[in-house]
């Protein structure tokens, strides 16, 4: 998380104030592709919700650790819907308080964030969007202190010319290949 944020917003100018010990995380981009309604795409949610439910099963105390955000708030209000079926949503005076945009995390952290970016190639401008520049996906990032994950088109993102997403890949993918 720290070494994306580094890279795609500080110019890799930040120093880690962790050991190599402390610091190391987990990360990985799942790759999931399907048509999208108003930028939701159900083989996303769907993938999330398997994930999420695997990891309850395995630790029902998780549920107050997981952060679900994405770019958009559409994709957010249907998330929110599936991710209800597992019992996974919370909710506080009306207001859902574990899934939501970028903008309804800020200054927040949890154990573990799934980044769900939503899209498609017939919407690729608001693929574009999203990754243009580093604010999004830096919030997202760094709203993890332990697991990072992005679920999302990784053709179409690569395919952008967004140097936010083409880093991102290459940190996770570069990381993976070191870490074991």
């Not at 930040?14 to 795409?41: H, P």
């Not at 770019?71 to 207001?95: C, H, W, Y």
């Not at 083409?166 to 993976?176: A, F, G, L, R």
Request: net charge neutral; proline share 2%; hydrophobic share 35%.
């Amino acid at each position: 998380m720290f070494t994306i944020s580094n890279k795609i917003s500080y110019d890799d100018l930040m120093v880690q104030g962790k050991s190599e010990d402390e610091s190391q995380g987990k990360s990985r981009w799942y790759d999931s592709t399907g048509k999208a309604n108003d930028k939701f795409v159900k083989e996303q949610a769907d993938l999330l919700k398997s994930l999420i439910d695997k990891r309850l099963q395995e630790d029902p105390n998780l549920a107050d650790e997981i952060y679900v955000i994405t770019p958009f708030s559409n994709v957010a209000n249907k998330l929110v819907q599936v991710l209800d079926g597992i019992n996974f949503t919370k909710r506080e005076n009306g207001k859902t308080t574990n899934i939501g945009t970028v903008h309804t995390f800020q200054g927040k952290e949890a154990k573990i964030v799934y980044f769900v970016l939503g899209a498609d190639s017939d919407s690729s401008g608001a693929a574009r969007w999203a990754v243009s520049v580093p604010n999004m996906m830096n919030v997202a990032a760094t709203r993890a202190k332990k697991e990072f994950y992005i679920i999302g088109d990784k053709k179409l993102y690569a395919s952008l010319g967004s140097e936010v997403a083409n880093k991102t890949i290459s940190i996770i993918e570069d990381y993976n290949n070191v870490v074991v």
